[in-house]
């Protein structure tokens, strides 16, 4: 054990020699992608019905994606199919099996994130889970490689079109998957570092070790919304990264090969990595903040906080008692919808107790 907390140190001795040089661009981006993500926290506070409809799209959005960046051709309307248990007899069963896979691991993050463990264990219980019903992968689930994976781009229609790196040996991943596990628990228990930086840097090398056969890229991206969500950004499940990454997939790949190839070199810069992974959470949380506009804020509102909301619209400026009067809908519920608008800041209150008003904020 005093070795691995030794190893770990070092690591992140290393780690911080990797942020020696990051241009003040990537800071602004964190901060900015932290100041939205307090903005989501406020207006989180939305109906289960609503959350539960956004989360359903999500997991077939982001299914779609990850898979496809794979190499898998099923569209998301293909994916909904499938979940639903409609035979879809003109793709490969290869297909259906890597999406099942997906969907139910990436299901249980969003739903269990909470109680998860961040460690090896986990991980291959996670390969386990993602390849479960893919007749290739039955002999070596939840197992590191066996043998050299290399890593490749496939081009829209599926093809393989070209080496992008080689990664670790077979034989020294799961020292490199054990240090890099340790020394990134280490990191975030120690809170010297920001999350996000800590995140970035083990996803880097995560995917320069690619310590599975296959199924690692989608693996990387179960662990992102895994560690997002353990690191406070809940809206992980209600818009979709993956997709983000789908639709840049050439800067991703050239974004990993950048840094990776600095590793184990005397200037390593994982700066290609963050300036890439950091721009699409930042495309991410401006998405979430979308969700709570006003163009939006119809779709999110339960039946009777939309009723509240619509009331808004007739008068200048009201009270509790005159809502319940005019939308006949019960005290207690009015209040509980006045805190939901307060906190997507749609209305202000002016005053306190019962003598409070509420008014549109234009």
């Known amino acids: 054990m005093a070795k691995i907390k030794q190893k770990s140190k070092n ?14 661009e990537i800071i602004s981006k964190i901060a900015k992608i932290d100041e939205l993500k307090g903005s989501w926290v406020t207006g989180a506070q ?20 990850s898979t496809r960046i794979e190499g898998v051709q099923l569209s998301d309307e293909d994916i909904e199919k499938v979940m639903r248990g409609i035979n879809i007899k003109k793709f490969a069963d290869r297909d259906t099996q890597e999406v ?13 994130w909470g109680s998860l463990k961040f460690n090896e264990s986990s991980i291959k219980h996670f390969h386990k889970e993602l390849l479960k019903y893919s007749d290739k992968d039955q002999g070596h689930l939840g197992d590191y490689k066996f043998g050299e994976n290399k890593v490749v781009a496939y081009d829209q229609e ?27 628990n280490f990191l ?34 179960v662990l992102t919304n895994l560690l997002l969500l353990q690191n406070g950004y809940l809206y992980m499940p209600y818009v979709s990264h993956e997709k983000l990454i789908e639709d840049n997939k050439t800067e991703y790949y050239l974004a990993l090969r950048r840094s990776q190839k600095t ?68 005290r207690p519920t009015v209040k509980q919808a006045l805190d939901v608008l307060l906190k997507l800041k749609k209305i202000e209150r002016i005053g306190q107790g019962r003598s409070a008003r509420y008014k549109k904020i234009v």
């Open 11 to 24: 690591i992140a001795e290393k780690f911080s020699k990797r942020l020696d040089n990051i241009p003040a």
């Open 46 to 65: 939305l109906s289960p019905q609503v959350l539960g409809r956004l989360k359903r799209s999500v997991l077939i959005t982001s299914t779609g994606a």
């Open 100 to 112: 099942k896979g997906y969907y139910e691991l990436l299901e249980n993050i969003f739903n269990s």
């Open 158 to 184: 599926g093809k393989e079109v070209g080496i992008i790196f080689n990664p670790t040996s077979p034989h020294l991943a799961p020292k490199e998957m054990m240090e890099i596990v340790e020394s990134t």
């Open 188 to 221: 975030l228990a120690e809170k010297k570092y920001h999350p996000l930086l800590i995140i970035a840097n083990f996803l880097v090398e995560f995917l320069k070790i690619h310590p599975f056969q296959d199924g690692n890229g989608r693996i990387s991206r």
């Open 263 to 330: 590793f184990h070199t005397k200037n390593e810069d994982i700066s290609p990595w963050l300036e890439f992974f950091f721009t699409i959470l930042l495309q991410q949380s401006k998405s979430a903040i979308e969700l709570l506009s006003k163009e939006n804020i119809e779709k999110l509102l339960s039946e009777k906080q939309l009723a509240v909301w619509k009331f808004f619209e007739q008068v200048e400026i009201t009270g509790t008692g005159e809502i319940v009067t005019g939308t006949n809908i019960p």
